[in-house]
Structure formats: C-alpha cells, structure tokens
C-alpha cells in the first residue's frame, strides 16, 4: 500500500503543484479564503470525498470525507496568507500537501482501514480557526491529526510557543498641536509609554517569553494630537498557564500608558489563545522513519531550525487528540518565514520537491500508524 500511495502521490504531481501555484497566485487573507477553500475542496471531491463547504457555520471552512475504515485520520489543510505578504508562510503547500497525502491515500482507505477526514481551516495567521472548529465540535474522536508546514529546514517536532493576539486601543482627545495643546489627551503618548514599559519589563521576563507587536494607527496629523491610537500585539510563552501569568504583566504596562496620559484603554482578543504543542511521539517516529526514506534529513543545528518554535492554532487540536505538526523544508536560506523572499520560495523547485515528499511521508505515516494500532 505504501508503494500504491506514492504512486498516487507521482500521478498527482502536476495537479498538486497547479493547486500550490494558484493559491500563491491569489492569497486570501484570515476569513476571506473563499476562492482558496473551494479550489482545495474541489480538489478533494474530484477524487470522490464527500466535501461539506461551510463546515460548522464556518464560510471558509470545509470538511471532506472518504473511507469506513475504523482508524479515522484528520489531515488539516491551511490556506490563508498573510496581510502584505502573501503566501510567506507556505499555506499555499500546506493545502497542497494535504491534498496530496489525502489523494494517496483515498483508494487505501477502506483496506487499510481508515476514515479520511480532510479538515479545511481557515485564519491560521491570528484568526484561530483551528480552535472555532475545535469548539463546534471538529476533530472529535480521532485516532490522529496530522499536517506538514513549510520551513528553511526539515524539522520533525513542534515545539511552538502558546500565543495570545490581542488589538489595542488607546481613546484621548484631539485639539491643535500648536494652538491649543493642553486641550489634548495624546493617544500616541499612551501607546509610547506602554512600548517603553514593555521593553523595560521584557529584563525580568524568562527567555521562553515573547512580547511584540505593531501600531496600525498611530494619528492622523502632525499638527493634530491624536485622539485614537491603536495596534495589534502578540504575548507568546511556553504553556497556556505561563501565557496567563505573563499577560497580566503585560497589560499594566498599557495600562500605564492610559494611567499616565488620562487616555482609555480597550484591550480586544482577536482570537483565543493558541495552546502549546503535545506531539503523539508514535506518530513522530513514524513520520521522521518515512521523510528520511525518502532522502529528507532533519537539521539539529541552524538557527533556521527554529520555526518550529512558531504557534500555531494545531497545538489546540493537540490537546485534544494525538496528533504531529511536522516541518518540510524548502530550501530557502537566507530567506525565512514571514520574509517576502519565502513567499517567493514557495513556489518552484526545492518547493515542489517539498510538497510531493511531504504528501508521500504523511500518507505513509498514516498506513503505518493504522497498521500499528494508536498508542495507549
């Protein structure tokens, strides 16, 4: 059956780089991946999987399903880009790659004893897509979840950090710069003195600990003192528990911000958090066994390994059922993720090699881990 699957992984070849291909052409953004999941869905139930489109209430969503077997194996599909940066994260092969092992494995599935559940989630980047599924009622009861990422290297486990995305809002009063200045309550100030607090506080922080962000409105006029300003930040730790206590660290510091210039603060989840990653270590083995049969290694040494590090929505699916967030590389360096020259490396050779091998390795980690039976 391993040998049927590549096969399949071969025949498909031009059509999954062709799906690649156009979803890098045309990248969608967090909830507005409408043209994307319908050409990955499309994809699917070509191939005879009973597709569900708007899963769960979810417009960008789907769920696709072949088999009857007992083990049933969730493959996650991911196919939103990022805002000004296209496709620099790789989903475009994240889709393919699912699409591919899903392919491989559709004629094996009642033999080999699988049910095939092709999950299609949306808003990856900061959406939490994965984790409005999850809360619908998605990924229930399976024996594994699986998806392969894009990175400079190939990485085996996913070690990310838990996440939270959070807008900021600071609300003042606007008067003339010049004219009558102490009319105004200077939103830009709040938002300065919170950056500063934050850097101050970033010494006493544990090394397993991120704080960054960005002001997306910072005023209007130089001659205006602004009465809004506003940003997106992200808190990243080590676990869901120390994310919690290393927020509310974060948030007196934008609260010093308000306290200091008399300005309001709104503090807004953009999503829930994303959880930290629990790898089933059968499935890992069984896929780092597969990827290198196929030629890949896996880098133990270069900084550049360190995508693996990145969250991800999947570690919420994680804590659910056993499942593997495995990494593929591209071959890009320099070029890193969230980089425009990643985005310009997703598409081509090193990458089209990347998408066929990881299809093969999951579909094949798939066969060997229904054969083995799931770990107790």
């Not at 939103?187 to 950056?195: R, S, Y």
């Not at 990243?236 to 300005?263: H, I, M, N, P, Y």
């Not at 829930?272 to 990827?291: G, I, M, S």
């Not at 020259?341 to 997703?346: L, P, Q, S, T, V």
Request: glycine share 10%; net charge negative; aromatic share 6%.
């Amino acid at each position: 059956m391993s040998d049927r699957a590549a096969e399949q992984v071969g025949s498909d070849a031009r059509r999954l780089i062709r799906l690649s291909e156009q979803l890098h052409a045309h990248p969608e953004t967090a909830w507005e991946e409408h043209r994307s999941a319908g050409w990955v869905a499309e994809s699917l139930d070509e191939a005879g999987f009973t597709v569900t489109p708007a899963y769960l209430g979810l417009e960008t969503a789907f769920l696709a399903t072949r088999g009857s077997g007992p083990f049933r194996l969730g493959l996650c599909a991911e196919y939103d880009a990022l805002p000004g940066l296209g496709h620099a994260c790789g989903h475009n092969l994240i889709a393919a790659i699912t699409v591919g092992a899903a392919r491989a494995l559709a004629p094996l599935a009642d033999d080999a004893g699988l049910t095939i559940e092709v999950y299609g989630t949306p808003a990856e980047e900061g959406g939490g897509g994965k984790i409005e599924l999850l809360e619908r009622g998605a990924f229930a009861g399976l024996d594994l979840a699986m998806m392969a990422h894009p990175a400079p290297v190939d990485v085996a486990e996913a070690e990310p950090f838990a996440v939270s995305h959070s807008h900021i809002a600071y609300t003042g009063r606007g008067a003339h710069a010049a004219a009558y200045p102490e009319q105004g309550v200077n939103a830009a100030d709040a938002f300065t003195i919170a950056q500063v607090a934050v850097g101050l506080l970033r010494q006493q922080l544990p090394s397993s600990v991120r704080v960054h962000g960005v002001m997306t409105n910072g005023g209007e006029a130089p001659n205006a003192i602004p009465a809004r300003t506003e940003g997106r930040w992200y808190v990243r730790a080590e676990s869901l528990a120390q994310l919690a206590e290393t927020e509310a660290k974060v948030w007196r510091c934008f609260e010093a911000g308000a306290v200091a210039t008399g300005c309001t603060l709104d503090v807004t989840p953009e999503s829930k958090p994303y959880a930290e990653f629990r790898t089933d270590e059968q499935a890992l083995r069984a896929y780092t066994r597969n990827a290198e049969a196929l030629g890949r290694s896996f880098d133990q040494d270069s900084p550049a390994r360190r995508m693996n590090r990145a969250s991800t929505d999947m570690g919420n699916v994680s804590q659910v059922v056993p499942a593997i967030h495995p990494y593929v590389g591209i071959g890009s360096l320099p070029a890193l993720n969230h980089q425009p020259e990643f985005a310009a490396r997703c598409v081509g050779g090193d990458a089209e090699r990347a998408l066929i091998d990881a299809a093969t390795a999951l579909a094949w980690t798939a066969l060997d881990v229904a054969a083995e039976g799931s770990t107790p």
